[in-house]
Nanobody, 123 residues
Framework: QVQLVESGGGLVQAGGSLRLSCVAS????????VGWFRQAPGKEREYVAA????????DYAGSVKGRFIISRDYARNTVYLRMNSLKPEDTAVYYC????????????????WGQGTQVTVSS
């Protein structure tokens, strides 16, 4: 069992930056690809980015490519999502999720989820 806890959300002005963290407890992230998803009110959960087990491969949704950076630190058992040039449409609850071995954009393939952290971008 992997427990995931997100942090780092908050209120920021458009054009600003935030760094989200996803910390694993119970078990380490070893062997798990990790993804970030988001869900805005009234909308379906949306894929944001994912990183492979090794950290050598990353993938981004088109809406965030070039603005967001996903990374992982095994020593800290943490995956980060650096969000730059934030826009009001980035406002959502952001979730991290872990999937054994495979980097994927499909939320149905993820085994473990955090509780989410709110990101609000004001215009």
């Amino acid at each position: 069992q992997v427990q995931l806890v997100e942090s780092g959300g908050g209120l920021v002005q458009a054009g600003g930056s935030l760094r989200l963290s996803c910390v694993a407890s119970g078990r380490t992230f070893s062997g798990y690809a990790v993804g970030w998803f988001r869900q805005a009110p009234g909308k379906e959960r949306e894929y944001v980015a994912a990183i492979s087990v090794s950290g050598d491969s990353t993938d981004y949704a088109g809406s965030v490519k070039g603005r967001f950076i996903i990374s992982r630190d095994y020593a800290r058992n943490t995956v980060y999502l650096r969000m730059n040039s934030l826009k009001p449409e980035d406002t959502a609850v952001y979730y991290c999720a872990a999937n054994f071995l495979r980097l994927t954009s499909s939320p149905r393939e993820y085994d473990y989820w955090g509780q989410g952290t709110q990101v609000t971008v004001s215009s």
